[in-house]
Structures are given as C-alpha cells and as structure tokens.
C-alpha cells in the first residue's frame, strides 16, 4: 500500500483561493481536490450550496488525484477548515476507509514544501455503494423531537444562534439543535454521544465533516450528515430557532 497526501485547502466564496495555494507550496507529491468543484456538487435550490458529488463524479476526481484501491490518503486543508474531513468523509461514504486527516493541516507539516504541479500517478478509483450514513431534510424535519436522536450544529455559536447571518437567507438552527462547533470539535457531551441516532449539520456540508471526524474518533461512526444543512433548510422555508 502506498500512501498519497491529497491538499484540501479552499475559501468559502472563493474556488480557486485552494488551488493557488498548492500552487505556492504542498507536502511534496500532494495532488490537489476541490472543494467546490470536486468535492460537491453544483449549488442547486433543493441541495444547499455543496451537494455531494455522485460516485461518478467522484470517482473520476479521486482517481486523477492518484487514489486507488490500495492507496492510504492522508488529506490535509488550513487546519481543519472542514475541506480535508469532507475527503475523508467521502471516501468513508464510497467504501474507502483508508485514510487519515492530518492534525493542525499544513502548519503541522514539517518537512519541505514543493511549488507548481505535482507528477500525480493516475489510478482507478472504484466506488462502493454509498453508506447509509445522510440524511434528508423530509425525513429529519418529521424525526426532529424523536427520542433518542440529536442534532448537531458546528456552526459558530453566533450563527447557530441567530445572532448574525452571513450566507443563507434566515438566521437561527433546526430546532432542538446543540451546538459542537467545529473550531472546538475535540470533545463532544455525553448526551450526544450516548444517543441512540446522531445527525450533524452545518452551513452547507463541509465543516459538519470536522464533527463527523471527531465522533468517529470517539467511537460514533455511525453518526449522519445532513448534506444540504442549513442552506438546505432555511430555503425550503422550515421551522427555525433563534436564541
């Protein structure tokens, strides 16, 4: 098995911000994935602003990136800036379970950085059916108040609490919703790990994935992601909470 070090760095707003970055120094050998353009889907009005990528979209981009069968891939972005986790979450959906995030992202990287492209070894990526690990904004809505199921929010606490609104278009969280923002996803409480269910969510999708690593961590692989999360949500009009 060989290993292949994949840069997961992006800026919400920006799509080519990630790209310019592996251009200007990665890990050396790092091939380069894009949030937005590879690691999601098109924004669309039923979806949120990063759907996930279908098998053959992401089949096509992980096998360019040099990931295949027995490739182990360490992703790494800014430091947990959800882009590296929303890989290793992908893969996991896909049936590639082999692969890591690196901790603190390239600032924990310690050797030399290489500049411009990279010669990246082509391989075959073959996905699996994807995992019964998301859920839909129908099914969540009618289980939300459902004994034994938690929702985490990983946004910010301001804008889980409605305080302030930089993207979507109404402010607030699903109702119920606890807050485990991801910045501090090191530990989670014991309520929401001893759930029966566990669905986490965020503005659109990425950063959900830092929580959705943690928890795995600490024993809840099981744990669900609402895809479309809150730019999903506040389009189709559901009931929100402020406060």
Request: glycine share 12%.
């Amino acid at each position: 098995m060989r290993y292949q070090f994949i840069d997961c760095r992006w800026e919400l707003g920006n799509p080519d911000r990630g790209r310019g970055f592996w251009l200007a120094g990665h890990i050396p050998g790092a091939s380069f994935l894009n949030v937005e353009r590879e690691l999601s889907s098109p924004p669309s009005p039923v979806g949120g602003r990063h759907p996930l990528p279908g098998p053959e979209q992401f089949a096509e981009a992980a096998g360019r990136a040099g990931i295949g069968e027995d490739v182990f891939v360490v992703a790494y972005d800014q430091g947990m800036s959800g882009g590296a986790a929303r890989l290793w979450w992908l893969l996991r959906h896909f049936g590639h379970p082999q692969a890591a995030v690196l901790a603190g992202g390239l600032a924990a990287w310690r050797g030399p950085l290489e500049e411009g492209e990279a010669v990246v070894v082509r391989e075959e990526f073959a996905p699996s059916a994807p995992r019964a690990d998301t859920i839909e904004a129908e099914e969540l809505e009618r289980r939300l108040g459902e004994p034994g199921v938690v929702v985490v929010d990983a946004r910010a606490p301001e804008r889980y609490r409605g305080e302030v609104e930089p993207i979507d278009p109404v402010a607030g969280r699903i109702p119920g919703a606890v807050n485990v923002p991801y910045v501090t996803a090191t530990s989670f409480p014991a309520d929401v790990l001893e759930a029966e269910e566990i669905v986490v969510y965020c503005g659109s999708g990425i950063t959900a994935c830092v929580d959705l690593l943690a928890l795995a961590a600490a024993g809840r692989e099981d744990a669900k992601l609402y895809a479309g999360s809150w730019s999903d949500w506040s389009s189709r009009g559901l009931p929100a909470e402020q406060g």
